[in-house]
């Protein structure tokens, strides 16, 4: 009889990187469906500020947040416009698009410690920043997908 590996997700140690104003973030790979160019959004009247609007994206309504906005980041110095994309996360069959400065590069955390959110951080039961990770010459805040959405655990609704 032969011994079975566990069975664990490819993508696991796996996160993409991305830049919000002047702070590299990641997402984790799993949680990504795929990254779009910046286009036309339909506004959503009475929304959050962080609610950019809905995009209509084969057959889904996916609303797209604004990553400075809802991070607590300044509006200035202004992204790019070219290198503007929006990360479509998935998190409990819900699709939320993220609007960031630019993508980055694939992450792997795989062998390397990844440490816990600056004091004073971890106390907010919704803070979005699970980790962070030292990462060339700064660091990558490593983000919780369910939390940055603000996603009821059970249900998968925007809150």
């Keep these: ?23 590299l ?6 949680e990504v469906g795929e990254v779009i160019r910046e286009r036309e959004l339909t506004p959503v009247p009475g929304a959050a500020p962080d609610l950019l609007g809905i995009l209509h994206l084969r057959g889904h309504v996916v609303p797209v947040l604004d990553g400075r906005l809802r991070l607590g980041l300044p509006a200035l110095p202004e992204a790019d416009p070219a290198k503007v994309r929006i990360v479509l996360l998935s998190h409990a069959a819900q699709l939320i698009g993220l609007r960031v400065d630019a993508v980055d590069e694939l992450l ?52």
């Design 108 to 159: 792997s955390t795989e062998g390397i410690e990844v440490a816990p959110p600056p004091p004073g951080r971890a106390r907010r039961s919704d803070d979005p920043v699970s980790g962070v990770l030292a990462w060339q010459e700064g660091f990558v805040a490593l983000l919780d997908v369910r939390r940055l959405c603000r996603l009821h655990q059970e249900s998968g609704h925007v809150v």
């Design 1 to 23: 009889m032969s011994a079975v590996a566990p069975v664990t997700d490819k993508n696991e140690h796996h996160w993409l990187s991305f830049h919000i104003g002047s702070q």
């Design 25 to 30: 973030y990641a997402a984790p790979l799993r």
